[in-house]
């Protein structure tokens, strides 16, 4: 898949789109397969016709919607993306219920390109590390361990409940996935780039939409007010803890308190643990 040839999204495809194409290989174009697939896939006839049309148009469908080289490369790079997320967020400890809907969250806001550079990025890590067992890491060890520059990593934002069982937090919507981790001579820092986000209101159950207004980090047992800039969240690495895990993932973990610029009332202060994983 050469550089460019995604549907960017503005017209990334969406996990469905990517179903009627896997619907098509595996029937094959047949009388009626428009109606097929969109009988299988719980959707209208127009929906799916739009979009093979729109794939005619991009060239990965012939005029008889029979899949073009170009589009079998296509549809090929996104099984493997798709596997590939999968097994990385089962390897970094995603709960299994959770994997499916982190997949389709990441195939659908993030382009092509920047997940296959996540992916071979963890992967070169899990290489280095591989014969390390799980351990606490010093404070020092990004300068150990780590070359220096600019490294895509995924995270989650987990809820702390009452009987230590978490949950993942309304806050891990209000950030785009991935999030970026900057380590050079001047700077070592995680940012979190942020982003609307939707939710229903546990008082009348209205849908609401807004943004994290405030992201505070604990260090030394102290909250401090993370900086805000361009719209990213900068967290120093200096205030997360790190861990080995077996199998040579690193682990990084801050507990953190956010806000949301829709309400207190509705979206209260609370306190998560901020999770990413190298």
């Known amino acids: 898949m050469e550089k460019g040839e995604n549907f960017k999204r503005k017209n990334l495809p969406t996990m469905q789109q990517i179903q009627y194409l896997l619907e098509l290989e595996r029937m094959g174009r047949r009388r009626g397969t428009v109606a097929m697939i969109a009988e299988i896939c719980g959707v209208s006839h127009g929906a799916v016709s739009r979009y093979f049309k ?15 080289d170009r589009g079998k490369a296509w549809l090929d790079g996104y099984k493997t993306l798709m596997d590939g997320l999968d097994a990385y967020l089962r390897k970094i400890g995603i709960p299994k219920k959770e994997i499916p809907e982190n997949v389709r969250d990441m195939i659908e806001h993030v382009d092509y390109y920047t997940l296959s550079s996540m992916l071979r990025s963890h992967q070169k890590m899990r290489t280095r590390y591989s014969a390390e067992k799980k351990e606490v890491l010093s404070r020092n060890f990004l300068d150990e361990v780590l070359e220096y520059g600019n490294y895509q990593v995924y995270f989650t934002v987990y809820r702390m409940e009452a009987q230590r069982k978490c949950n993942v937090s309304m806050a891990n919507r209000g950030f785009a996935k991935p999030a970026y981790l900057r380590h050079n001579r001047r700077v070592s820092r995680l940012e979190l780039l942020i982003c609307e986000m939707t939710a229903s209101s546990r008082v009348h159950g209205e849908q609401m939409a807004g943004h994290l207004e405030a992201l505070k980090y604990e260090q030394n047992g102290v909250l401090h007010l993370a900086e805000v800039k361009e719209g990213k969240i900068r967290i120093p690495l200096e205030a997360c803890r790190f861990h080995r895990r077996r199998g040579g993932e690193v682990q990084g973990i801050i507990p953190v308190t956010a806000t949301c610029s829709v309400g207190r009332t509705h979206m209260p202060e609370s306190t998560a643990l901020l999770i990413f994983w190298l």
């Not at 729109?54 to 073009?68: D, K």
């Open 54 to 68: 729109s794939c005619c148009e991009s060239g990965y469908l012939t005029g008889a919607y029979e899949l073009t």
